[in-house]
């Protein structure tokens, strides 16, 4: 009840090509799904979220698609360029509980090439 | 603006010894803290987490422990390290339903 499944765990992609990563999680009270870009040795950074009450949305080249009712969500990276190369994760958290605890999924590391 | 200070950012320690590490959160308060473990090209793994001063939650069984003796600051500590140790250890802060937000993390190496 508290995984979230990530896939694939790596994936090559051409340059200019689109990136798509796919999440699956089974609690239906998780409300907030972010996505993190990590680099090698730095930590993970935030790069967009979204809540349920929309199914998608858009930040530059970064788009996420949730579909409620099969529990998934995935992040596409449009015109993907060899600076994207990194791992991403995905994540899930329940707002109703205090902890604010993020579920992580086992990433999936990306390799643009030019 | 917020900022999370993590150090140090490498080390090195023989299985046996001791164990501290640093986490302090500038620019907020009373934050949600938490320490994650990330095993080389693994996932990341919530070890512990705090929701106030004193208040320490253990997800998992392990060798470690964590303490929060400020509003701000998050330890992450162990009397005697194994190997099984090693790792990358980042610490978090989260604000209510802010996004959470990550330090640069510690690289440790039990040899």
């Known amino acids: 009840q508290q995984q979230v499944k990530q896939s694939p765990q790596s994936l090559i992609v051409q340059k200019g090509g689109i990136s798509i990563i796919n999440c699956a999680y089974e609690n239906t009270a998780f409300d907030y799904f972010p996505w993190y870009q990590q680099f090698p040795g730095k930590g993970p950074a935030l790069l967009i979220a979204?809540?349920?009450?929309?199914s998608e949305k858009k930040e530059g080249r970064f788009t996420i698609s949730f579909n409620k009712s099969a529990k998934q969500f995935s992040l596409h990276i449009m015109d993907s360029q060899p600076g994207d190369s990194a791992t991403y994760f995905c994540a899930a958290s329940r707002g109703s509980s205090n902890t604010g605890k993020l579920i992580f999924g086992q990433g999936t590391t990306l390799q643009v090439k030019p | 603006s917020q900022t999370i200070h993590q150090w140090p950012a490498t080390l090195v320690q023989p299985v046996g010894s001791p164990l501290s590490l640093e986490c302090t959160v500038e620019g907020t308060s009373n934050p949600n803290l938490y320490w994650y473990r990330q095993a080389a090209g693994r996932g990341l793994q919530l070890l512990f987490y705090s929701v106030g001063i004193g208040q320490i939650s253990s997800e998992v069984p392990q060798n470690l422990s964590a303490s929060r003796p400020q509003d701000r600051q998050f330890i992450l500590s162990s009397k005697k390290l194994l190997l099984s140790d090693s790792g990358f250890y980042l610490c978090a802060w989260r604000d209510e339903r802010e996004p959470a937000f990550f330090g640069q993390g510690t690289r440790l190496t039990v040899v």
């Open positions: 979204i809540r349920p009450d929309v």
